[in-house]
């Protein structure tokens, strides 16, 4: 009886080993094996959806990357001309006042006064 017992003992360790293997080897082809034979599995078709969403949603982030880079780029030339812009302002401002001082000065010396001045600029209004 120590040989009718020996074989079963045998094949039942020999069943037990390969169940395990293929138990831990099966997440790594099942996928391949039941795709063709034509069984697909809702868990793997949900991963390869997420997947392709993921890549979609990465290659339009590095759009918008680029899209907020030129932007920035653009948003500094235009403060920088905006700085330009204010300076020739300011200092446009300060002729025209220096200039208006200058008028002032000069009408207030003149003959008769500022009246004349007064009463020039009355009779360009007028016509």
């Known amino acids: ?25 099966a997440p790594f082809w099942e996928g391949a094996v039941l795709g063709s034979i034509n069984i697909h599995m809702p868990l793997a078709n949900n991963l390869a959806e997420n997947s392709r969403a993921l890549e979609r949603l990465d290659s339009r982030t590095a759009a ?33 006042a220096t200039l208006a001082m200058a008028e002032l000065v000069t009408a207030l010396h003149r003959a008769g006064g500022f009246e004349l001045e007064l009463a020039a600029l009355s009779r360009i209004r007028v016509s």
């Open 1 to 25: 009886m120590d040989q009718n017992e020996t074989p079963p003992r045998s094949s039942a360790r020999t069943l037990a080993i390969i169940a395990i293997i293929v138990a831990l080897t």
């Open 64 to 96: 918008l990357e680029q899209q907020l880079g030129a932007a920035a780029a653009q948003l500094d030339w235009l403060k920088a001309a905006l700085a330009v812009t204010t300076g020739r302002a300011n200092a446009t401002a300060d002729r025209i």
